[in-house]
């Protein structure tokens, strides 16, 4: 069995998680300062795609997870079928 594929993959959804957590601080940054006082439409775009950026990150993480879980246990059930 090979970990690195979740670690990746995990990895990955981290990389996705903090892009996607910078997305929506910049959306709320722009909407706190006075001379941007009226939210646009590309505004509230912006942050609808990084909290569905910021949701698949973190189903993908969740997935990976699961996955070294899968692999560990399949490694045990094969020692404890040979052992």
């Not at 601080?25 to 950026?53: C, E, I, K, Y």
């Not at 189903?59 to 692999?71: C, I, L, M, P």
Request: aromatic residues 6%.
């Amino acid at each position: 069995m090979n970990f690195a594929i979740p670690e990746a993959g995990m990895q990955a959804a981290t990389s996705a998680f903090e892009e996607a957590a910078k997305g929506i601080s910049r959306a709320f940054n722009v909407g706190s300062n006075p001379l941007h006082a009226q939210s646009s439409a590309a505004d509230s775009a912006d942050l609808s795609t990084s909290v569905v950026s910021l949701l698949e990150a973190k189903d993908s993480f969740a997935g990976n997870v699961k996955t070294a879980q899968v692999e560990n246990e399949i490694i045990q059930n094969t020692f404890s079928i040979l052992g």
